[in-house]
Each structure stands twice: as structure tokens, then as C-alpha cells.
């Protein structure tokens, strides 16, 4: 308890602070919604993994209720946005979709662990080489699925009250990610968003096994959404070209019990992308879910 | 300091919470976006109003910074959704608005302050005699922009770093008063954002000083967001008739310096509206803001 960083120690001062405040200006700090931050120290990725965990304020009618789990990636930049929007549409006078829980988890590093394969060839086709140390490591997204699947979901499941439905979530590399998830990990969700997925990577690397592991006709049983903005073109082809791509193989492939959903933000950048598609997203998911579905 | 609901008390047991919490299970609270709340003593509305105040990150390399501020009805709705959309968006990798303030007045007597005149009639053009308390008291918005006007603006000017740029933001019967304000108080905002404005409000009242207060081909010089969505029609019309006759009103008018923007949404109801509306105002309102701008 004697580390510079201790909570004790943040907490006293952040104490400190807001009593000061309080006395000279009658304010206090707003109460947001219900979130806590966890370590959990992984031995698959050798490092520990801070956690972003949003969940329900309580029933105290029904304090035995359990919530589906959206797993965020890129916890540091869409947690909060993905906090108020479950928040705000399960909300009893919007109620369009159930209360849940959000897991964040941020990077520590992005590139090794949302990237499938090793490679340093950048998104204009060039290699890396002024930026080695953003590009490499890569390649890591098979640990990183591991460290999801036995180290993050075992700790949600057993502190929270978890449904058994889960959704994966990401943005970019977060994209990319998302669906390699679905084609190599199906077990682990139930539904997926993929927004403006980095298929560009390695040689469109991720089109590859999606091609390859989708057997027609077969039965997957999920739910897919999946989008991009307008990213421009570069000698590498683009966002959109690739997403066409996916699109038109996932209908070639005539996969059972797939809902799918393809949406294109021309008004949009890679970066504003997210506000809309994540909500988007959420609601097509939960497009005929009623107050009373057990998902 | 010894009444019940003091912030210290309050404050001691939330550290005592996070403490023994984090002995426990190595938790600690979520570090949200820098939000307070301050209570001003009304002598206008004879009551304590409460106020949220969410404020951008302060910038170490440019403490004198200022910002725009957005003034937000329905404080206990929208806040959370407003601090979020403007965090994110001024974000430097994303930069398509500036950082602002955003000041969030939940609501004490919401009919009493959102309505610009006393009627019972409700919705659906009955005398509301099933639920007088919501009803009445009706007919207060002059008092409350007068608030807003000579007590809320001045402690925000005093305490907070603010820009003359000022928004005013609404829902429903805010949307009504959003727009009222325009008409009838037209040097306190620069620009506003009406969301389903409950133009039905006593005979459409809001729409006839729209049309008299407008003189044709008079200068503005404001900006100004509305919006409907898919709320159903009832004896006394819709909120997409009524908003239709704003829109060609406006037109009618030839007004010099008004740029406004009317966005109908077909797949959202009345509650969801708001998520993807308050993301095009902001857009439309910044859509031509480059970082280097003063407003």
C-alpha cells in the first residue's frame, strides 16, 4: 500500500481537493454513471491489463438480474461514448435495447495485439521504417483473443452479473480483430461490430481465412455489423473497396443463421465513424429484442 | 457543515467505499470527464436550482484558454450525451468542434419552466384533468430564460473560462422553448438546437410569434438546428406537420444571417432522436469551424 500510486493515496488527495472545493464554492464533483477500473495481471500477455467496467445501476426490485457484456476494444477512446449509449437506450423511456455491461479495455500496445499476422508494411503499402516502434510488435491478436477468453471473461463472469450473450466490439485494427474473432474464435461471441475493419493489413490478410473458414451454406449463428466511412484511396486500394469485397463475399457464402448488416458513412471520417455506427450498430443487434427477451 | 447531505459526510464515505473496495479487489472508480455540480440559489424562480457543469480538459500549454458554452434543458436526459459528443469531437485526432463547456439544468417543474403559456390542454387536444400536477403550473418560460439570462450566465462567465459563443439546447417541450427564446430574447444565444419542438403547445402557440416577430427579410445572424422523427399524428396534428410549417415559415421568411438546417428522422422515435440529433447540430453548427477559429 506504500507505492507512489497507491488508491489511497489518489483518493486522499482527490478528497482533499473536493472538500476544499466544496467549502469555498458549495460544489461537488458529478456523479456519472456506475464504472470502476480493474488490473488484472495476465500471464498470457505478461503484463497487467487495466479494465474500463460499466455496468446497470442496480434494481432494487430485482437484484438478481443478469446483463448481456459488450467487450470494447480500444477501451481509451469508446468507452464512455459506448457506456452512454447502453445507458441512455435501455433506459425505461427509451428502453430499445437491455441494460448491459461494457468492458474497456485500453491498449497497451495496439498494433501487437490487434493485428492477426507480422508485417511492417504501413496502410500506403510502404514499410514502416519511420515508425518501427508503432508498427512492431504485430501479430499478437491470437494472445490476445486468448487473454479475453481465459483470463478477462472468467473475471467478468465470476464478479459481475453476467448474461451469457456477448458482443465484441472495434474500431480499425479493433475492426479487423472483431471479425478474425468470428472466424477463428466462434465460440467466444455471440455478436460483432466491425467498424471501418483495417483489411488492408498484411495483404488483406483477414479476407483471406473469411473466405477460406466460411464454408457455403454453413451455419454460423451470429450477428454482424460491419461499416466504413468515407477514408479516401490510396495505391493499396481502401476501406471501402474492401468492405465491398467482405460484403460481397459473406453474401456469396450463404451462411445460415448470419444477420448481417453492411452500412456505408459517406458523410463521415474514420474518426466521427464511430458516434454513428456504434449506435447503429447497437440498434441492429437488437433490432426485435423486446423488454422481455432473455438475450 | 453538519446537515445530513453535506459533501464532506458525503465525501468520507465514498472514500471509505473506494478504499476498502480497492484493499479488496484492486478496483477503483472510473476517472469520467471533469464534471461538477454547483447549486444557485434563484431569487428569480424562488427555489435552489441545481446545475451540471461538464469543462474541457485544462491544456498545461495554454491556461488561458477559452470556450464556447452550451446551455442544455433537460439537464438529467441529455448531460451525459452532450459531455461525451463534445469531449470526443474536440479531441485532437478527431478536431471537428471545439472543446466547449456544456451546462446541464435538470428540471424542478419542467412544464412550469418549458412553456411559454398556461393551458391544460395536452397531447392529444384533452383538457389534462387526469394529471393536473404535471400540467400545471404551465406558462413559465419567460421566467426561466430570465434565470438563465441575470443568474445562471453570470456565475458560469464568473467561474469558468467562457467565450461569447453561446448554444441553446432542447428536447421536446425544450425544443419549444429553445426556439421561443430565439424569438423573444434574441441577443442571449448565437445559436440553438430544437429537437421535436412540442409545437402543439396550446394551439401552436410558438408558431405565431414565429411568424409575427420574423419580419420578412430581417437579419439574424444566428444558427439554428430542428429536427422531427417518427412520433405519430394525433387529432391536433404532428410534430412532423407542425415542423414542416416552421420549415417553409423560415423560408417564407428570406431572413439575413440565419442559417438553419431542418433534418427529419424517419427511423427513430422520440426518445432515440436526440442520440443522433445532437450529433448533426453540433456538426452543423461547427460545420465550417476550423482549430484557428474565435468562436
Given at each position: 500500500?506504500?507505492?507512489?500510486?497507491?488508491?489511497?493515496?489518489?483518493?486522499?488527495?482527490?478528497?482533499?481537493?473536493?472538500?476544499?472545493?466544496?467549502?469555498?464554492?458549495?460544489?461537488?464533483?458529478?456523479n456519472h454513471t456506475s464504472s470502476e477500473i480493474v488490473v488484472i495481471p495476465s500471464k498470457i500477455l505478461n503484463e497487467d491489463r487495466t479494465i474500463y467496467i460499466h455496468y446497470p445501476k442496480l434494481d432494487s426490485m430485482n437484484l438478481s438480474k443478469r446483463f448481456p457484456v459488450l467487450y470494447l476494444m480500444d477501451g481509451e477512446s469508446h468507452f464512455d461514448m459506448l457506456s452512454q449509449y447502453t445507458d441512455y437506450l435501455s433506459r425505461w423511456d427509451v428502453n430499445v435495447i437491455p441494460q448491459m455491461i461494457v468492458v474497456g479495455i485500453p491498449n497497451t500496445k495496439r498494433?501487437?495485439?490487434?493485428?492477426?499476422?507480422?508485417?511492417?508494411?504501413?496502410?500506403?503499402?510502404?514499410?514502416?521504417?519511420?515508425?518501427?516502434?508503432?508498427?512492431?510488435?504485430?501479430?499478437g491478436s491470437d494472445q490476445f483473443l486468448q487473454f479475453i477468453q481465459d483470463e478477462l471473461m472468467p473475471y467478468i463472469e465470476t464478479n459481475y452479473k453476467t448474461k451469457p450473450f456477448k458482443i465484441f466490439a472495434g474500431h480499425s485494427f479493433g475492426g479487423i480483430t472483431s471479425i478474425y474473432c468470428m472466424l477463428t474464435h466462434p465460440d467466444m461471441f455471440n455478436a460483432y461490430i466491425s467498424i471501418s475493419p483495417s483489411f488492408w493489413w498484411d495483404g488483406e490478410y483477414v479476407l483471406k481465412p473469411t473466405d477460406k473458414k466460411l464454408e457455403k451454406g454453413s451455419v454460423l449463428n451470429k450477428t454482424l455489423f460491419y461499416c466504413d466511412a468515407n477514408e479516401g484511396v490510396t495505391d493499396t486500394g481502401s476501406f471501402h473497396t474492401n468492405l465491398l469485397k467482405f460484403d460481397t463475399l459473406l453474401t456469396h457464402k450463404e451462411l445460415k443463421g448470419l444477420c448481417y448488416k453492411y452500412k456505408y458513412y459517406p458523410a463521415e471520417s474514420h474518426m466521427t465513424e464511430p458516434i454513428v455506427a456504434y449506435y447503429d450498430a447497437l440498434r441492429f443487434i437488437y433490432r426485435d429484442w423486446k423488454s422481455s427477451d432473455a438475450k
Open positions: 500500500m506504500n507505492s507512489p500510486n497507491n488508491p489511497l493515496k489518489i483518493f486522499t488527495i482527490l478528497f482533499l481537493l473536493v472538500t476544499l472545493q466544496s467549502t469555498a464554492q458549495k460544489k461537488a464533483l458529478y498494433t501487437r495485439d490487434l493485428t492477426p499476422t507480422k508485417s511492417i508494411i504501413n496502410y500506403f503499402g510502404q514499410p514502416d521504417t519511420s515508425n518501427i516502434s508503432r508498427m512492431k510488435p504485430s501479430g
